[in-house]
């Protein structure tokens, strides 16, 4: 059995663990709210935008972009979030692995895979895969920037123009509430041109515009593609905050759980002392009574 000097130790150090998981708890907490508030803030001009996008698509039939052009994939990138730092569960264990799961896929198939890693825990992880990597900004992953994506969405959709890839994957995190944070996988590059999209405003589908539907389409395209890339950006840096809060408040409740039998155990170990030293004295004195 663990002296009490020991055990009061072991009490200490987890007491003290537990007064940093709860702070990092209410760090994660404040910052999870305000990711929340910026993923508000940009949903109303994204859900606006992608609205405009799919009336101008129902009147125009004649449509084409290169930005939907299917071709042969022989040449795929693949960009993949996760954080800058650990202690958020599972969190960038499983974008490894997905991203893991895509690569061997694309490679599978024939074609080459670039990765764009967003986040060093992902960075440290492309590495390993043998696969060309590109490495962008890691610090937009702890603070969202729109330039600093944009940048990345940029090269990508010019390389695509320009046919260097066929098809750019993304994956990421979107976050469905605090405790629940689902992985998605999803084709940004070709984009789907859906004429027959469900979201469409009758009322304002007929719009008059200048110089024409199609020019106007060819530019907002390339902003749709640049805000969809910037809320996986958002999803995923509130993914990780909320992941980080989940997995301090297991570790809260643990250190807890912990205390609880470690003081259980202090007092027997104190108990057991005690009724050790009784009876020395007991035995002492049925010595001297002889």
Same mark, same amino acid.
């Given at each position: 059995?663990?002296?009490?000097?020991?055990?009061?130790?072991?009490?200490?150090?987890?007491?003290?663990?537990?007064?940093?998981?709860?702070?990092?708890?209410?760090?994660?907490?404040?910052?999870?709210?305000?990711?929340?508030?910026?993923?508000?803030?940009?949903?109303?001009?994204?859900?606006?935008?992608?609205?405009?996008?799919?009336?101008?698509?129902?009147? &125009?039939?004649?449509?084409?972009?290169?930005?939907? &052009?299917?071709?042969?994939?022989?040449?795929?990138?693949?960009?993949?979030?996760?954080?800058?730092?650990?202690?958020?569960?599972?969190?960038?264990?499983?974008?490894?692995?997905?991203?893991?799961?895509?690569?061997?896929?694309?490679?599978?198939?024939?074609?080459?895979?670039?990765?764009?890693?967003?986040?060093?825990?992902?960075? &440290?992880?492309?590495?390993?895969?043998?696969?060309?990597?590109?490495?962008?900004?890691?610090?937009?992953?702890?603070?969202?920037?729109?330039?600093?994506?944009?940048?990345?969405?940029?090269?990508?959709?010019?390389?695509?123009?320009?046919?260097?890839?066929?098809?750019?994957?993304?994956?990421?995190?979107?976050?469905?509430?605090?405790?629940?944070?689902?992985?998605?996988?999803?084709?940004?590059?070709?984009?789907?041109?859906?004429?027959?999209?469900?979201?469409?405003?009758?009322?304002?589908?007929?719009?008059?515009?200048?110089?024409?539907?199609?020019?106007?389409?060819?530019?907002?395209?390339?902003?749709?593609?640049?805000?969809?890339?910037?809320?996986?950006?958002?999803?995923?840096?509130?993914?990780?905050?909320?992941?980080?809060?989940?997995?301090?408040?297991?570790?809260?409740?643990?250190?807890?759980?912990?205390?609880? &039998?470690?003081?259980?155990?202090?007092?027997?170990?104190?108990?057991?002392?005690?009724?050790?030293?009784?009876?020395?004295?007991?035995?002492?004195?049925?010595?001297?009574?002889?």
């Amino acid at each position: 059995m663990a002296s009490l000097k020991e055990v009061k130790a072991r009490i200490g150090s987890v007491n003290s663990t537990l007064k940093i998981t709860g702070a990092m708890k209410m760090v994660s907490s404040a910052k999870l709210k305000k990711a929340q508030y910026a993923i508000e803030s940009i949903t109303p001009y994204q859900s606006r935008l992608n609205k405009i996008l799919s009336n101008f698509l129902a009147t &125009e039939t004649d449509f084409q972009s290169a930005f939907a &052009e299917v071709r042969p994939v022989s040449r795929v990138a693949v960009i993949a979030f996760s954080s800058n730092s650990s202690l958020c569960g599972a969190y960038n264990s499983n974008v490894a692995k997905q991203l893991n799961v895509v690569v061997k896929e694309q490679l599978n198939s024939g074609a080459e895979v670039v990765v764009y890693p967003i986040g060093k825990k992902i960075t &440290e992880q492309s590495e390993k895969l043998g696969v060309p990597v590109v490495k962008s900004n890691n610090d937009m992953a702890d603070h969202p920037s729109f330039d600093a994506i944009s940048e990345v969405t940029n090269e990508l959709m010019n390389k695509f123009l320009a046919k260097e890839f066929d098809k750019v994957i993304v994956v990421y995190h979107h976050l469905k509430n605090t405790a629940v944070q689902k992985l998605q996988t999803e084709v940004f590059l070709p984009i789907s041109l859906d004429k027959n999209s469900g979201d469409v405003d009758e009322s304002t589908a007929d719009y008059i515009v200048e110089p024409g539907k199609a020019e106007i389409l060819e530019s907002l395209l390339p902003k749709a593609l640049r805000t969809k890339m910037y809320a996986c950006l958002l999803d995923s840096n509130a993914s990780e905050h909320g992941a980080r809060v989940v997995a301090m408040q297991v570790a809260t409740d643990n250190a807890n759980e912990l205390i609880n &039998e470690l003081t259980i155990l202090y007092n027997k170990t104190r108990q057991q002392a005690i009724t050790n030293e009784l009876l020395d004295i007991v035995g002492g004195a049925a010595a001297l009574a002889q």
